[in-house]
């Protein structure tokens, strides 16, 4: 077997940690015990610790030896930097961003990094952007599904889609608050269920419409949660672009499903062959990323790797989604 490399995976950082306490407004942090934190948005818990590895890197490395994982990419989840005042926003970027690439230089081939951004000060974010790149190392750059409710596809954002381009930096999208969340909480469904794979699939899709993707045809997009729910609805997206888009006054040269077979991967987060199967069908062993989740509840670093296997594909295919795509995309030695 070839290096395996997890794609999405979450480290929190102390120091942010502390932070997110302090606060009473969204969004925080609350303790439930020594060991174990909650954080809220908007008054809705949005993410869980409940394992050291969340924040300790020596504790992940032995569940990562456990789990047969040698590299992960490592990424804030929410809730990220954008959710607080700019200024503030600005400065807890800088310091994400340094304190990854500390725990990547501690440990090198080990951890590499996305670059966590203020995406409310674009301009702030490219400076950071550029700062990241030349004088970090990062290898991608995380960016959320929603940046308070704005579409990641307005154009205030092409900025950051040019310089990833040039760059040759992945895109990992990942779900921020759902746009969904007031709906899902009237209906007492946690926002985990399909909330945050609906506003991925949101905001990929609309990169698609918007001719983002057409736009910077070298950019790459990793799209979290097995593609969120575009394997299951590709032929309706085709369908809905062919029926409705000439009234909307949208133009692309291929059909959205073109676009998304060559400029996206999906890490292969499920853990249920039938939808895995489906997304393979769809893009292929060479555009699946393996992905774990680690170290949230839904996550499953410990049988990752099984059930890549169990899509009983030839060891060159699954060598392909265990680590190999990873390498050829984000350009690792």
């Given at each position: 077997?070839?290096?395996?490399?997890?794609v999405?995976?979450?480290?929190?950082?102390?120091?942010?940690?502390?932070?997110?306490?302090?606060?009473?407004?969204?969004?925080?942090?609350?303790?439930t015990?020594p060991t174990?934190?909650?954080?809220?948005?908007?008054?809705?818990?949005?993410?869980h610790?409940?394992?050291?590895?969340?924040?300790?890197?020596?504790?992940?490395?032995?569940?990562?030896?456990?789990?047969?994982?040698?590299?992960?990419?490592?990424?804030?989840?929410?809730?990220?930097?954008?959710?607080?005042?700019?200024?503030e926003?600005?400065?807890?970027?800088?310091?994400?961003?340094?304190y990854?690439?500390?725990?990547?230089?501690?440990?090198?081939?080990?951890?590499?990094?996305?670059?966590?951004?203020?995406?409310?000060?674009?301009?702030?974010?490219?400076?950071?952007?550029?700062?990241?790149?030349?004088?970090?190392?990062?290898?991608?750059?995380?960016?959320?599904?929603?940046?308070?409710?704005?579409?990641?596809?307005?154009?205030?954002?092409?900025?950051?889609?040019?310089?990833?381009?040039?760059?040759?930096?992945?895109?990992?999208?990942?779900?921020?608050?759902?746009?969904?969340?007031?709906?899902?909480?009237?209906?007492?469904?946690?926002?985990?269920?399909?909330?945050?794979?609906?506003?991925?699939?949101?905001?990929?899709?609309?990169?698609?419409?918007?001719?983002?993707?057409?736009?910077?045809?070298?950019?790459?997009?990793?799209?979290?949660?097995?593609?969120?729910?575009?394997?299951?609805?590709v032929?309706?997206?085709?369908?809905?672009?062919?029926?409705?888009?000439?009234?909307?006054?949208l133009?692309?040269?291929?059909?959205?499903?073109?676009?998304?077979?060559?400029?996206?991967?999906?890490d292969?987060?499920?853990?249920?062959?039938?939808?895995?199967?489906?997304?393979?069908?769809?893009?292929?062993?060479?555009?699946?990323?393996?992905?774990?989740d680690?170290?949230?509840?839904?996550?499953n670093?410990?049988?990752?790797?099984?059930?890549?296997?169990?899509?009983?594909?030839?060891?060159?295919?699954?060598?392909?989604?265990?680590?190999?795509?990873?390498?050829?995309?984000?350009?690792?030695?």
């Amino acid at each position: 077997m070839s290096r395996t490399i997890d794609v999405h995976n979450h480290l929190y950082p102390k120091e942010w940690m502390d932070f997110l306490e302090q606060r009473r407004e969204s969004p925080r942090m609350v303790k439930t015990s020594p060991t174990s934190m909650v954080f809220y948005c908007e008054g809705v818990a949005v993410a869980h610790v409940d394992r050291a590895g969340h924040y300790d890197p020596e504790a992940r490395i032995k569940d990562m030896d456990e789990a047969g994982i040698d590299t992960q990419m490592l990424s804030l989840t929410i809730p990220s930097v954008e959710l607080i005042d700019a200024d503030e926003g600005i400065i807890w970027a800088r310091r994400v961003n340094d304190y990854f690439a500390e725990v990547c230089q501690k440990y090198p081939s080990r951890f590499y990094a996305y670059a966590t951004l203020a995406y409310q000060d674009v301009g702030a974010a490219m400076k950071e952007l550029d700062r990241a790149y030349k004088a970090l190392g990062v290898k991608g750059i995380t960016l959320f599904s929603n940046i308070n409710g704005k579409p990641v596809s307005s154009p205030e954002f092409l900025p950051i889609y040019a310089k990833a381009e040039e760059y040759d930096l992945p895109i990992f999208i990942h779900p921020a608050v759902p746009l969904t969340m007031e709906i899902m909480n009237k209906h007492r469904i946690h926002v985990g269920l399909y909330g945050y794979t609906l506003d991925t699939t949101i905001a990929v899709v609309s990169l698609i419409w918007q001719g983002i993707l057409e736009k910077y045809p070298k950019l790459k997009i990793i799209h979290s949660h097995l593609g969120g729910m575009v394997p299951y609805l590709v032929q309706r997206m085709d369908d809905c672009w062919r029926s409705f888009s000439e009234e909307m006054g949208l133009k692309l040269a291929k059909k959205p499903s073109e676009y998304y077979q060559s400029q996206v991967y999906p890490d292969s987060i499920s853990y249920f062959l039938p939808a895995m199967r489906c997304c393979l069908d769809l893009v292929g062993p060479s555009h699946i990323c393996l992905g774990t989740d680690y170290a949230h509840r839904i996550g499953n670093l410990e049988n990752a790797i099984d059930w890549v296997r169990k899509l009983g594909l030839s060891e060159e295919d699954t060598d392909k989604i265990l680590g190999g795509n990873a390498v050829r995309i984000f350009k690792l030695e």
